[in-house]
Nanobody, 126 residues
């Protein structure tokens, strides 16, 4: 069983920064992929950023490239998402997720992930 708990959401003005954290606990999480997804009201959940645990390779959706950074504190097993230059369209509920055996090409695919956190709300105002 894998458990993920997010924190760090809140309200921020456009152009500002926010950092999300996700504590990952459980067995056999030293491989696979850890990722951040988001869901805006009335929209489907979408992949934002992912990090393969072993290789460290990262993948980002186009809209956040150059603004968001995903990282993993291996010692603490905490997944981070540094969000800079945020925009109103970044508003949504952000979820962290974990999957085993995900190929890099599918690392932002919602259905590949079995384990999910409860989500943390991010609201960006203009």
């Amino acid at each position: 069983q894998v458990r993920l708990v997010e924190s760090g959401g809140g309200s921020v003005q456009a152009g500002g920064s926010l950092e999300l954290s996700c504590v990952v606990s459980g067995r056999n999480t030293d491989s696979g992929s850890m990722a951040w997804f988001r869901q805006a009201p009335g929209k489907e959940r979408e992949g934002v950023a992912a990090r393969l645990v072993v290789s460290g390779r990262t993948v980002y959706t186009d809209s956040v490239k150059g603004r968001f950074t995903i990282s993993l504190d291996n010692a603490k097993n905490v997944l981070l998402l540094q969000m800079n230059s945020v925009r109103t369209e970044d508003t949504g509920t952000y979820f962290c997720a974990y999957a085993r055996g995900v190929a890099v090409g599918a690392a932002l695919t919602t259905n590949e992930y079995r384990y999910w956190g409860q989500g943390t709300q991010v609201t960006v105002s203009s």
